[in-house]
């Protein structure tokens, strides 16, 4: 964003004057080089299902690396998954 933050989000629709999002956290550094993730606007409802932004608002949109999706996917995911699944054995 021009503000500086980066900002992951679902991306719904690109438009010409807007994109369209959900779920949007920002990235927060973290002691020794971590990333953590915060809510972008805390005053957003949970309940809202999309959220219109200006695109000139935006310095660009590219897919994030592997552990950032992961994260993401587990901070919005209603299944939890362990981090080793191994084998199942029935």
Same mark, same amino acid.
């Given at each position: 964003m021009h503000s500086g933050?980066?900002?992951i989000a679902d991306l719904i629709k &690109?438009?010409?004057e807007e994109l369209i999002i959900n779920n949007p956290i920002v990235l927060?550094?973290?002691r020794d080089g971590t990333v953590g993730f915060?809510?972008?606007s805390p005053v957003i409802s949970p309940d809202v299902? &999309?959220?219109r932004i200006r695109a000139n608002y935006v310095v660009y949109v590219t897919d994030p690396n592997d552990d950032v999706v992961r994260n993401y996917k587990d901070i919005f995911s209603p299944i939890i998954t362990p981090s080793n699944a191994g084998k199942i054995i029935k």
């Open positions: 933050e980066d900002v &690109e438009q010409a927060v550094p973290g915060a809510p972008w299902k &999309e959220l």
